[in-house]
T-cell receptor, first 115, second 108 residues
Framework: DAGVIQSPRHEVTEMGQEVTLRCKPISGHDYLFWYRQTMMRGLELLIYFNNNVPIDDSGMPEDRFSAKMPNASFSTLKIQPSEPRDSAVYFC?????????????FGEGSWLTVV | AQRVTQPEKLLSVFKGAPVELKCNYSYSGSPELFWYVQYSRQRLQLLLRHISRESIKGFTADLNKGETSFHLKKPFAQEEDSAMYYCALGAGSYQLTFGKGTKLSVIP
């Protein structure tokens, strides 16, 4: 398996533009997580899904952020409109049930810069 | 609510010196503790978990429930150990709470 696949790897966009980040979890994993990493705040959980259903979105910063998982092999994180303070690395991760006996697998991240 | 504290943002040690990366947690139940490592511009990957009581790349970590700590240790640091290290707490639900991370820099 190629692991968790994220795209784009790098994106530079202007303030006010819409940004869409994509994620393909590991096949067979039924949990999907979106994390944001910044120097100031470290790694923060934004939202996670179980069997394509959003379970906890309390980490989503504000209404400008939205996430969807239309099927078991694809998820998106959208920011509209984007702002410079959204600049960060966004990680997608997936895991199999009984995560405590397995692990959460991370993608390589999407490096977002909003200018 | 659960919380993970890594008091050091940056830790610099000389090659061959012992390393200890501190992690303290706050959780009222029975915790699952993990260490994740992120090498430069790469994905986070699991280093070790307390339930396995294993040693990976020379690193060990012991869960101390009395002190609510899960410090990561290695007796002799290597240059390839330079990375970002995150302590994480699993607490009942299907997610992990991460600390803010400690950047380990091993000086040749």
């Amino acid at each position: 398996d190629a692991g968790v696949i994220q795209s784009p790897r790098h994106e530079v966009t202007e303030m006010g533009q819409e940004v869409t980040l994509r994620c393909k979890p590991i096949s067979g994993h039924d949990y999907l997580f979106w994390y944001r990493q910044t120097m100031m705040r470290g790694l923060e959980l934004l939202i996670y899904f179980n069997n394509n259903v959003p379970i906890d979105d309390s980490g989503m910063p504000e209404d400008r952020f939205s996430a969807k998982m239309p099927n078991a092999s694809f998820s998106t994180l959208k920011i509209q409109p984007s702002e410079p303070r959204d600049s960060a690395v966004y990680f997608c991760a997936s895991s199999f049930e009984e995560w405590s006996r397995n692990t959460i697998y991370f993608g390589e991240g999407s490096w977002l810069t909003v200018v | 609510a659960q919380r993970v504290t890594q008091p050091e943002k940056l830790l610099s040690v000389f090659k061959g010196a012992p390393v200890e990366l501190k992690c303290n947690y706050s959780y009222s139940g029975s915790p699952e503790l993990f260490w994740y490592v992120q090498y430069s511009r790469q994905r986070l990957q699991l280093l070790l978990r307390h339930i396995s009581r294993e040693s990976i790349k020379g690193f060990t970590a012991d869960l101390n429930k009395g002190e609510t700590s899960f410090h990561l240790k290695k007796p002799f640091a290597q240059e390839e150990d330079s990375a970002m290290y995150y302590c994480a707490l699993g607490a009942g639900s299907y997610q992990l709470t991460f600390g803010k991370g400690t950047k380990l820099s091993v000086i040749p």
